[in-house]
């Protein structure tokens, strides 16, 4: 039994022993590489300066870990302070290293290491001489776009990316559906509601899986973020309510003298009882649009029933008492991204 229990303790220890190892091989920096046929893609410069990269970064200038680099400069030259790698305010970059031999130098530089923010930053690798000699990279690491607000309807998606940021998001969010002709693309930080029609084979009431890149551009070469499940959205239904009855009571008026504009505004206050002329499958609640004399007013009104009731503080420069309101609303089925049905039909009523 004692013996059983022995080897059963090697065994988890040996296990957990290749758990760390594996760890630490994924989580090692990169090092200075030395060895110039691991040197593959290189750029000649005009006067002469050769720089090399281990992996493509000539044709595909982004990359998110690290970057390994050899610079042989033209004959003659030598490189004093450079080379170095800076960031888009040209302020050198922690983390990197350099080995530097008569016109060669090796160098490294670990992204992790560094306080980069998603971007571009540079690399001179110019000697002594007059020319200057520099590479434009990108730093790749981008955020997932969670901060888009998103909203649904029956027939169509609405994007609104304000709250994305170019230096964490990139300049574009690409929103697409697989397996349907859906595809929106957003500017990030533009803080209007973009709408992108859903195609025929969407359909209303039903879910589906929204996938996004991140793009950005740096020169003329475009940086993509790997492909990412963004949410699952429920399309609206395609309902439109109708409204039975609209009432209003508990009306007031109260006339004040405004200092700011130096003349009388009014407050009018009033209840509206909203009754649909059937309880909507699935909802969760409605959007109310109340407009008069050409100013709108938007609520949402929770609930599961037929009838739902707001009330309104409007202060404008006439008495309300005596106009008529117009009235719309649409439910909704999804409390996150709304899942909006059509809106039904105006109905009017006075302000007694």
Same mark, same amino acid.
């Given at each position: ?16 022993? =290749?758990?760390?190892? !594996?760890?630490?091989?994924?989580? @090692? !920096? ?43 400069? !033209? ?11 800076? /960031?888009? @305010? ?8 350099? /080995?530097?031999?008569? /016109? ?30 520099? *590479? ?12 888009? *607000? ?16 170019? /230096? ?66 429920? *399309? ?79 202060? *404008? ?21 709304? =899942? ?8 009017? !009523?006075?302000?007694?």
């Amino acid at each position: 039994m004692k013996k059983r229990r022995v080897s059963r303790l090697l065994l988890i220890l040996a296990v957990t022993t =290749a758990m760390i190892a !594996a760890t630490a091989v994924v989580a @090692s !920096a990169a090092t200075i590489n030395k060895n110039d046929a691991d040197y593959k893609y290189s750029k000649t410069f005009d006067d002469g300066t050769v720089v090399s990269f281990t992996k493509d970064l000539i044709n595909a200038p982004a990359t998110k870990d690290y970057i390994q680099c050899r610079i042989q400069l !033209a004959e003659g030259d030598t490189f004093g302070n450079y080379p170095y790698f800076t /960031d888009s @305010s040209k302020k050198e970059i922690n983390g990197q290293q350099w /080995d530097k031999n008569g /016109d060669v130098a090796y160098g490294v530089l670990n992204i992790k290491d560094t306080n980069l923010k998603l971007g571009v930053f540079y690399l001179y690798c110019n000697g002594m001489g007059w020319s200057e000699n520099r *590479m434009d990279f990108f730093y790749a690491n981008f955020q997932k776009a969670t901060k888009m *607000m998103i909203t649904t309807y029956p027939n169509k998606i609405l994007f609104n990316a304000d709250r994305l940021t170019r /230096d964490q998001h990139g300049e574009y969010t690409n929103v697409f559906v697989k397996g349907h002709n859906f595809n929106a693309m957003l500017k990030n930080g533009w803080g209007e509601w973009m709408a992108t029609k859903a195609p025929s084979t969407m359909k209303p009431g039903k879910k589906y899986g929204l996938y996004a890149v991140q793009i950005d551009r740096v020169n003329n070469y475009q940086v993509n973020s790997e492909v990412y499940k963004l949410a699952t959205v429920t *399309m609206g239904p395609s309902t439109k309510p109708v409204i039975k009855s609209v009432k209003i009571s508990n009306v007031k008026v109260k006339r004040y003298f405004s200092y700011n504009e130096l003349k009388y505004r009014y407050k009018t206050t009033f209840k509206m009882t909203v009754t649909l002329s059937k309880k909507a499958k699935g909802a969760k609640g409605i959007d109310l649009t109340t407009s008069v004399n050409g100013i709108s007013s938007y609520k949402t009104l929770k609930g599961t029933k037929n009838t739902y009731t707001a009330k309104f503080n409007w202060d *404008m420069p006439m008495s309300l008492k005596g106009k008529t309101v117009s009235v719309k609303v649409k439910t909704y089925n999804d409390t996150k991204y709304k =899942a909006y049905s059509y809106d039904s039909k105006a109905k009017k !009523a006075k302000i007694r």
